[in-house]
C-alpha cells in the first residue's frame, strides 16, 4: 500500500497523534485521529448508525492544512 505521508498534528506530544496520509493506489484518506468520546458518537449517530467495522476519530483544526495537501492529492495535483 504506498501511503503518501502528509504530516502529524504540529502540537502532537509523544503520541505522535493526529496523523494523515493519501493512499493513492486506493484513492482513500487515511487518518489517525482520537477516539470520539460516546458524547460525540452519540450526537454522530443522529444521522445514521455507525458500522462495526468504522469509527468516528477527531482532528484539530491546526491540521486543515494537511488536509488540504492530502485533498489536493486526490485530486491530482503534484505532491510537494
Known sequence: MPLVFFGKDPET???HCPTVWY???KQEFVIQGWKADEALEAECLKTGPIPDYEAVVRLPARMVELLREACDAA???PVR
Open 13 to 15: 506530544n509523544s503520541d
Open 23 to 25: 493512499d493513492d493506489e
Open 75 to 77: 485530486e491530482g495535483a
